[in-house]
C-alpha cells in the first residue's frame, strides 16, 4: 500500500496536536509497511528525524528530485513545499507572518524596499492554500500512489486536485473542525473549504465520534461515509530531570498545556485558579502554550489577582514538556470543543492525574479522569482541589488512567487506517 500524505506540521515544528498524530500515526504505518510519501510545508532536520527520511525538492523548479535522504524510516519519505502556511492560522496571522518574513529579509539585507516577488507567496491565505495544491500536484505526478491521505482543511484543495489528477481515492483525516475552532462565528470561506473536502472524498476519518457527529449533522455528510479512529499515545518510557524553574517544590503544581485560544478555554482555567486559591494558598497554575489569548490571559491573571501565582512559560516541546508533566501534580484541559485531546494521554502517561472537559473526544474513551463541563468554573475548581487535598483519589485517578491510556496505541490507529485505505481502493474499483 502506497499513500500520498498531506500534512502540516512535524516534531518539532508543531503548534499542537496535529504534529503530534502525524508522527505517532506515520509512525506506526511504516511499521506495518505501508510506504508512505508525506508532503510537508516545513523541512524536518536530521537531528529530530529519528524515523524518517526527508526530501526537499525545488518545487518552482521542474526537479522535484532534488533531495536528501535521512535515516531509519524505511517506508516513510518527506517532501517539502516551501509555504508559509501553518497549522491553526487565521488569516491575520498568515498576513503577519508574510510581513514578518519580508521585513526581516529587508534588515538581512540592509534594504529598505519591500523586495516585491522575493518570496512567492500570494496576497492571502486562501489564495496560498490554493498554491500549496498547485504544487502539491507538481509532487504528485512523480509520485507513485494508490491513496491520498489529507490532514485538516489546509490540505484538502490539495487533495481533492491530486484526487481528479490522479484518479486516486481521497481519505481525509479530520482533527478538527471550523466549528471547534470558532464556535458558531465561523469563517464561511474555511467552512466552504472544508464542506468540499468532505464531499469529494471517498471517505472521513473522525478522530471521535463528538467529531463525528460534527461531520453528519453541520456538512451534511451521511453516516456512512465516516469514521472514528482514535489517537494513540506515543509511551515516554523516559525520566527526565526537574530542572531549575521559579516554583516551589512546596506548592502543588496545576498544569494547562495547550494553544492558549478560544477553543481551548484559557479564560475557564484562570477563573477556576481564582476560586481554588481562595481556598488554598500552596498552588501554582502553569499555563504553558501560545495563541491569540496569550496577551489576554496575561492581563486576565493580572486583573484577577493571581498573577503571582500563574506562570505563563510560552510554548513548550521535546524535553521541556517531559519536564513539566513530571513537576505537575495535576492537569486541567477545559476546552470548550476539543475534537480529541492528546494531552491529557500524555499526562496520564507521565502519572498526572487529569482533569477533562466533558466537550471532548478523549472523554469518549478514558473513564478514570475527572469530568466537567467547560462553563462550569465553580465545578472545576472544586475537582482541582479535591484531587490537591486528598492524595488517595490523585492515586487512584493516575494508576486507573495510566492503564487505561496504554490500550490506546497507534498501531491499532495505523490497523485502522490501513483497512479504511483497503476499504476505498475495493470502492473505487482499483
Known amino acids: 500500500m502506497k499513500v500520498f500524505m498531506l500534512g502540516w506540521e512535524f516534531p518539532p515544528y508543531i503548534s499542537g496536536g496535529l504534529g503530534t498524530a502525524c508522527y505517532g500515526l506515520t509512525k506506526a504505518l511504516d511499521q506495518i509497511g505501508v510506504q508512505i510519501t508525506f508532503v510537508l510545508p516545513t523541512a524536518v532536520q536530521t537531528q529530530f528525524a529519528s524515523h524518517v527520511k526527508l526530501i526537499s525538492p525545488a518545487v ?62 500570494s496576497g492571502d491565505m486562501y489564495a496560498e492554500v490554493q498554491r500549496y495544491a498547485d504544487l502539491a500536484i507538481r509532487l504528485a505526478v512523480n509520485e507513485e500512489f494508490d491513496v491520498i491521505h489529507a490532514h485538516d482543511w489546509m490540505t484538502y484543495p490539495a487533495g481533492a486536485a491530486v484526487a481528479r489528477l490522479t484518479g486516486k481515492p481521497l481519505v481525509i483525516h479530520v482533527h478538527s473542525t471550523e466549528f471547534d475552532r470558532s464556535g458558531e462565528n465561523v469563517n464561511q470561506m474555511i467552512y466552504d473549504i472544508e464542506r468540499m473536502g468532505m464531499h469529494v472524498s471517498d471517505k472521513i476519518i473522525a478522530v471521535s465520534h463528538l467529531t463525528r457527529n460534527i461531520i453528519i449533522s453541520r456538512y451534511g455528510i451521511s453516516g456512512d461515509k465516516v469514521e472514528v479512529v482514535y489517537n494513540g499515545v506515543e509511551r515516554n518510557g523516559n525520566n527526565w530531570p526537574i530542572g531549575d524553574t521559579v516554583i516551589n517544590r512546596d506548592e502543588k503544581i496545576v498544569l494547562f498545556l495547550g494553544r492558549i485560544t478560544m477553543q481551548k478555554g484559557p479564560d475557564y482555567f484562570l477563573r477556576a485558579a481564582k476560586k481554588v486559591l481562595e481556598k488554598m494558598d500552596n498552588v501554582k497554575f502553569v499555563m504553558a502554550g501560545s495563541g491569540d489569548m496569550m496577551n489576554r490571559s496575561v492581563e486576565m491573571a493580572a486583573g484577577l489577582g493571581i498573577g503571582s501565582k500563574v506562570l505563563f512559560t510560552g510554548f513548550l516541546r521535546g524535553d ?47 473513564q478514570h479522569a475527572l469530568k466537567v463541563d467547560f462553563w462550569d468554573v465553580d465545578e472545576i475548581a472544586n475537582k482541582i482541589v479535591a484531587v490537591l487535598k486528598y492524595p488517595p483519589l490523585g492515586i487512584t485517578l493516575r494508576s486507573h488512567g495510566n492503564y487505561e491510556v496504554r490500550k490506546l496505541r497507534w498501531s491499532d490507529s495505523a490497523a485502522k487506517c490501513a483497512r479504511i485505505y483497503e476499504e476505498t481502493l475495493v470502492g473505487a474499483g482499483a
Not at 324 to 352: C, H, Q, R, T, W
Open 320 to 366: 521541556d514538556v517531559q519536564k513539566i508533566f513530571k513537576m505537575a501534580d495535576l492537569y486541567v484541559m477545559p476546552s470548550v470543543s476539543e475534537p480529541f485531546g492528546i494531552a491529557p494521554l500524555e499526562a496520564l502517561d507521565n502519572d498526572v492525574p487529569i482533569i477533562i472537559s466533558k466537550q471532548s473526544g478523549v472523554s469518549e474513551v478514558i
Open 60 to 121: 518552482q523548479t521542474e526537479s522535484a528530485e532534488t533531495s536528501g535522504r535521512l535515516r531509519q524510516l524505511k517506508n516513510v519519505k518527506f517532501r517539502k513545499l516551501t509555504s508559509a502556511l501553518q497549522p491553526y492560522q487565521t488569516a491575520n496571522s498568515y498576513q503577519k507572518r508574510i510581513e514578518d518574513s519580508l521585513a526581516q529579509l529587508r534588515i538581512a539585507h540592509g534594504r529598505t524596499d519591500k523586495f516585491a516577488g522575493t518570496l512567492d507567496y
